[in-house]
């Protein structure tokens, strides 16, 4: 008996010694993680030899409990990155390492100090073209109950997105919005608060626009993007349309740090990049990685709708985090 | 020290290392963090919306346990009475139904109730309706799902007690001129009560810290508590108040527990016939 059990013992402790050189990359699931491993992980292997094992979905109650108890089984997660600026303010990332990341490249806007962009994203306003009359023209007319009856969706969490869409459909304009004006903005969503559906995630989004059980809401464009791909008879309009980004870290105490720092090379080098904007429709941080795309690929991504773009203040929400939350679900719940 | 204690200390350690330890470490976090103090109780117990949340969790919980016994009640009393052979087969379909993985069904149960779904299409085919009812994101859909999920936990205890009665008390009551509906009221229901309360209360406990199935089949204002402690732990990180969170259902279920135990005596609220 004692044998088998130090035999097992054994077994076990050459695999973890066989595994030091493979890492961990931990992301949302979905489509979207699909990409990331086809673009980023897979020619990242190939090159270097070292396995990307996949993990997922993010989960920051989990890396915050990694991080405190020391036992920290994610070398890079993709977060949101109002996240990663608390996060990093309250210890819980390692600082990027920008001598084995070349950042000269990188889109300024979503890199920081603990944090490299993972894509970027805009909010649109998608709808289902069956069961709408009529084209919503911006955000305005999700609060028209009169010209669009019927159920409508929007991103159920508390994060950057929905305050913004109430206050520019208020008559805020956009230079204007922040600091947030919460008091405005839930005034204004209650007057459509009873035909709101939330939408968890991604998937549930595009069931809810994809089968009319919400005739249209603010989507991922990445979203969008895919349900298109697929041929579902959707109608987008980018006017205004909202950015923020998902950053990648590396969590404080990581046990393969130098791999994960060269798969952030990896992933946000233009090869990488491009090649996840084309699969996914998001758009790439790095600068130069446009110009490796197809133009046609080019054209669906959030760069092509510069004109009235609006950047979510990443600062101020990783400020407010907290406080809005609370408010936020005080006023769902209610 | 009593007899055979000796060997009941490896459950002992097992149950203290896994659950005792921790539920202490939920209640120290719950007065240390962010800092020392009552503080995250004084938050939950003195803010409206989690009142709110609390009072859900109790109406959603109890409204699942009342349905769930309206429903369970005929089946199981159909399934002591049936030849055996026939109810083992009833009793693999309804076991059947527990394999099958929840998120799955929950799923299943939001293609069939949603406003584009197979019930509200169909009732509007055959012109029953005209506009959709609002079956899902609501008390209503909750009800639904949590019922069909916790319908054989309230099932196979009262088989079990059902069972147990003698057949013959029913004649007698029939003998002496009772009508049917005396001799459930008098008979029938008095000896099943311990069923119903162990599965009312397993159902009941269960549906306090139910998290999937509110989250997908209700709206935001049906929010369950373990819904609520999830975002604090997860997209937070206030784990001291959430730990609190967690410790007030805790307790509150504990004591839930103990008057069901003083009202029905030990061995009735564990199914022990």
């Not at chain 1, 997105?161 to 600091?179: F, N, R, S």
């Not at chain 2, 049936?82 to 939001?110: D, E």
């Not at chain 2, 003698?166 to 049917?180: E, F, H, I, K, W």
Request: proline fraction near 5%; aromatic fraction near 10%; include cysteine.
């Amino acid at each position: 008996m004692k044998l088998i059990f130090t035999g097992i013992l054994a077994g076990l402790l050459a695999a973890t010694a066989a595994k030091a050189e493979d890492m961990v990359f931990t992301s949302w699931g979905g489509t979207t993680q699909e990409a990331q491993t086809k673009s980023w992980a897979e020619p990242f292997a190939a090159a270097s030899g070292i396995k990307v094992l996949q993990d997922g979905p993010t989960d920051y109650g989990k890396l915050k409990a990694m991080v405190d108890s020391g036992s920290v089984n994610w070398d890079v997660v993709d977060v949101e990155m109002d996240f990663a600026i608390k996060a990093a303010k309250d210890g819980l990332l390692e600082p990027i390492d920008f001598k084995a990341v070349p950042k000269a490249d990188l889109d300024p806007r979503f890199t920081t100090d603990h944090a490299v962009g993972s894509f970027y994203y805009s909010f649109v306003l998608a709808w289902n073209k069956g069961a709408i009359s009529g084209e919503p023209a911006g955000w305005a007319d999700m609060f028209d109950e009169k010209k669009f009856p019927g159920k409508r969706t929007f991103y159920k969490w508390s994060a950057p997105g929905v305050i913004e869409i109430a206050l520019l459909a208020d008559g805020v304009p956009a230079d204007k919005l922040y600091p947030l004006d919460l008091e405005r903005a839930f005034k204004k969503l209650d007057t459509i608060k009873s035909d709101i559906v939330w939408w968890g995630g991604g998937a549930e989004s595009q069931q809810l626009i994809a089968s009319g059980e919400a005739a249209f809401g603010q989507l991922w464009n990445g979203r969008v993007f895919a349900l298109e791909k697929d041929g579902a008879d959707v109608g987008v309009s980018w006017s205004q349309n909202l950015t923020a980004a998902d950053v990648l870290v590396v969590p404080k105490g990581a046990k393969n740090k130098e791999t994960a720092m060269k798969f952030l090379a990896a992933a946000s080098s233009a090869a990488g990049q491009a090649k996840f904007a084309e699969a996914s429709g998001y758009a790439p941080i790095n600068t130069k990685a446009k110009a490796e795309m197809p133009a046609d690929a080019v054209k669906s991504l959030p760069d092509a709708h510069v004109d009235g773009q609006i950047n979510l203040d990443m600062n101020y929400w990783a400020e407010n985090r907290d406080a809005i939350a609370e408010r936020w679900y005080a006023w769902q719940a209610k | 020290m009593p007899a055979g204690f000796g060997g009941l200390l490896p459950a002992l350690i097992l149950v203290t290392l896994f659950f005792v330890v921790p539920v202490l470490a939920l209640l120290l976090r719950s007065v240390t963090g962010p800092e020392p103090g009552f503080q995250n109780y004084a938050t939950l117990l003195g803010d409206g919306t989690y009142a709110r949340v609390f009072f859900n969790t109790f109406l959603v919980a109890s409204v699942v346990t009342i349905v769930t016994v309206l429903v369970a009640f005929p089946v199981a009393w159909m399934l002591a009475i049936m030849p055996s052979a026939l109810a083992s087969i009833v009793f693999g379909v309804i076991i059947l139904s527990m394999w099958t993985n929840l998120l799955t069904r929950t799923y299943a149960w939001m293609v069939l109730l949603q406003r584009t779904g197979v019930i509200n299409r169909t009732l509007m085919d055959i012109g029953l309706i005209s506009t959709p009812l609002p079956l899902i994101n609501n008390l209503t859909g909750v009800t639904i799902g949590m019922v069909y999920i916790m319908l054989p936990f309230m099932i196979l205890p009262l088989v079990g007690t059902l069972r147990a009665i003698d057949p013959m008390t029913l004649r007698a009551a029939a003998l002496c001129g009772a009508s049917p509906f005396d001799a459930f009221c008098r008979i029938l229901l008095p000896l099943s009560l311990p069923g119903i309360a162990a599965g009312g209360l397993m159902v009941f406990v269960m549906s306090l810290g139910y998290f999937v199935t509110p989250a997908l089949l209700g709206g935001t204002s049906n929010m369950m508590l373990a819904e609520m402690i999830a975002q604090m732990i997860q997209s937070l990180l206030n784990w001291g108040l959430g730990s609190a969170a967690a410790f007030i259902l805790l307790v509150v279920t504990m004591a839930l527990y103990a008057l069901q135990l003083r009202l029905v005596g030990a061995g009735r609220a564990t199914g022990g016939v």
